[in-house]
């Protein structure tokens, strides 16, 4: 049997459309033809597993073979018969190739992956693709599909020994440059590190008489079972820091990971580490890898979880993120909403649960971890609200509260007159330390809030909490605290005040708006008698701006 036929679209020639408009991701091609021949190879594995195929699987391996001209991936699968090429090559994928241009030709370069252009996107490299496939069905007859990129194709009986598919693709003049053993390497490391059925490309090398040579040993490029679709009650704590080295080789151990595992309203799996957090410096986005089931998609993943949790490293797995459309359409999408939350809430429960635990190791990895969680915090309300049951204040001894503990601390000692609870503290130790034992003296407590989110945590908690103001230290309503007893031991009358007011003022910087106040008071053994302090609401919104 011999067919030459018209590939079933109505429009004129599609191919240069394909190579135009996804120009900037053409290596794609061969995460496409790769997780062909996976799925093919899947479901004849299914077959047998069913009794449906009752023949000998033998090895499964695809193999990825280049020489000048031609880049060749071929798989021991189902393979296909002449009725199934013309039904899901020549008439399927190609009207969902056109389908798919049409409708995103404006917005190529922010579709995920673009995924859904499948076979046909091994166009846009090859100016012939070539079909030499045998289906596993007894009496099968072998197949040759060819198509030179015009909407023409040819198919006709061929030869071929063995059951499955191999896919030649004539790469063209414009793309030799993937006729190159590293460049090819460099993709399947990319693509397809992670799939389930092993992929062959060259040989092992081993070094002999001062060089590399090839061995007799295929070179299998990828880890068919990740750690993130093994059984977490088999990983050890070990089996999770290797897969972080082998994904992130030069960083610093994880602090902790959560082991995602649904399947039910939506299929998702992965890990997640929180990384070690030091500084803005070390706040590296884009380091979550999206794959669907084990074929790299992107790794970029905004859009797909809460801006807070790009921060975390790792990989996510969920066929049921939507690949084929734009990061606007992404964001709609009521499965990667479910998705999105159930992330944001396995990462809270995570978090509560070490807290609640290992409450001392939690603690020391507080300054780590803070950053991160006070972003999630500002950013995500369903996340404060469960935040706000393990984040923690600290004072300027290391002492580390809760909120409820912080809030019982100083309920008793430290409200103003109009009933407000009144939380001290200090942005700079050092620098403030006058007024932090002074404050220390009159039996108050201090917090140390001197991270980068540090203001604006201030101002959310100021919102959430009732009736509570932050002040700090060398702030003028320190002095209008209520206290216990008063031990004032310098008198001044009013007309000396005023005096010295003058002579101070005059040496004081000349910073915008800022009014700052002299007290003069002995405030205790060790403070001085004399205090500077300005208003709280002025400084703090100057800090705020030149924050921005
Ligand atoms: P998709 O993989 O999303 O179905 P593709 O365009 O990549 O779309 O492939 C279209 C169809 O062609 C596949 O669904 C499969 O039926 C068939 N096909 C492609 N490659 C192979 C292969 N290597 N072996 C068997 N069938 C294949
Ligand atoms: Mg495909």
Known sequence: MSKQGNIGVTSENIFPIIKKFLYSDHEIFLRELVSNAVDATQKLKTLSSVGEFKGDLGDLTVHVKYDDNTITISDRGIGMTAEEIDKYINQIAFSGAEEFVEKYKNDAASIIGHFGLGFYSSFMVSKKVEIVTKSYKEGAVAMKWSCDGTPEYTMEETEKADRGTDIILYIDDDNKDFLNKDKINGL???????????????????????????????????DTKPAWVRKPADMTD??????????????????FWIHLNVDYPFNLTGILYFPRIKSNIDLHRNKIQLYCNQVFVTDSVEGIVPEFLTLLHGVLDSPDIPLNVSRSYLQSDQNVKKISNHITKKVADRLEEIFKSERP????????????????????????????????LKDVDDVYYTFEEYKALVKDSQTDKDGNLIYLYTTKKDEQYSYIQAAKDKGYSVLLMDGQLDVHVIGQLEQKFEKTRFVRVDSDTIDNLIRKEDSGKVTLDEDQKNALQEVFKSQMPKIEKTEFYVTFEALGENANPVMLTQGEYMRRMREMSSMQ
């Open 361 to 392: 190791q939690f603690e020391e990895k507080w300054d780590s971890l803070k950053l991160f969680i006070q972003y999630g915090m500002l950013t995500d309300e369903k996340f404060y609200d469960r935040a706000a049951k393990f984040a923690l």
């Open 188 to 222: 399947l490391t990319k693509y397809c590190r992670f799939l389930p059925v092993p992929i062959a490309f060259g040989k092992k090398q081993e070094w002999k008489d001062g060089k590399y040579v090839d061995t007799d040993e295929d070179n299998i490029v990828n």
């Open 238 to 255: 070990e089996d999770y820091k290797k897969f972080y080295r082998d994904l992130y080789p030069m960083s610093e151990e994880p602090l």
